[in-house]
């Protein structure tokens, strides 16, 4: 149970958004943390640790680099396989990437872990809608029950029906930026889903136009730039 806390920890340490990330220049700032994270690799070489490999595939995932990011989650479960229940990041990778399959499989071993967690049943909807449809989605979704916001349980509301207003309604009701983020955010994750696409991208751009800085924040761009990819035209 020490080893299970002290990796808990570091995990905790490495996905929280520093104080250097609270600036205009954030992109720089994911830049420095992606270079810093491959010298620290470099340096090691095969000393590198898991922890190193986590840090290097967490920022390569929070710039937009996918496939280099699954490659470095690997890594990590490669050199300690108990990793895989923490990695949740690995698991966007893996869905941003088309791996729908894997990817719920991987949200699924994350769950066993955080059985509670709404975030999780929600990626993990995600996934099956992508690899199936929507409708048999549906009929798996993981249980959950802790939402650490208001707007968190009404996405997981929203996941049992076809209704964005149980979101947006929470949206125009609050003042919190941070929730308006991630509602638009799970708005466009879930209209994607569903196949559609423009609505997708109509969430999503909202989302990512947030000034808030943080995972959510990058989740939201390097969504809209996974969305609009093949969709130039919009």
């Not at 270079?35 to 470099?42: E, F, H």
């Not at 190193?52 to 470095?72: H, N």
Request: hydrophobic share 40%.
């Amino acid at each position: 149970m020490q080893r299970l806390a002290a990796t808990l920890l570091i995990l905790s340490i490495i996905l929280t958004p520093t104080a250097q990330g609270q600036n205009s220049n954030h992109q720089s700032w994911l830049e420095k943390s992606l270079a810093s994270a491959q010298k620290k690799i470099d340096d090691r070489g095969p000393r590198a640790n898991t922890t190193d490999w986590t840090m290097l595939g967490d920022a390569q995932l929070r710039i937009g680099k996918t496939k280099e990011s699954i490659k470095s989650f690997e890594k990590a479960i490669q050199l300690k396989p108990n990793m895989a229940k923490f990695l949740w990041q690995y698991g966007i990778a893996l869905y941003l990437d088309g791996q729908y399959d894997k990817a719920r499989t991987q949200f699924e071993t994350v769950h066993k872990l955080l059985r509670n967690s709404g975030k999780i049943s929600t990626w993990h909807f995600l996934c099956s809608a992508k690899a199936t449809d929507a409708d048999q989605a549906r009929k798996s979704i993981l249980p959950a029950s802790k939402h650490s916001k208001v707007i968190l349980e009404k996405v997981f509301q929203r996941l049992h029906t076809s209704d964005d207003s149980i979101v947006l309604d929470q949206i125009k009701s609050s003042g919190d930026a941070a929730e308006k983020l991630a509602g638009n955010l799970y708005l466009g994750m879930i209209a994607d889903a569903e196949g559609r696409t423009d609505d997708a991208i109509r969430y999503m751009r909202i989302a990512a136009s947030s000034t808030e800085i943080g995972y959510t924040a990058d989740t939201a761009r390097i969504y809209l730039d996974h969305l609009v990819k093949p969709n130039k035209a919009h």
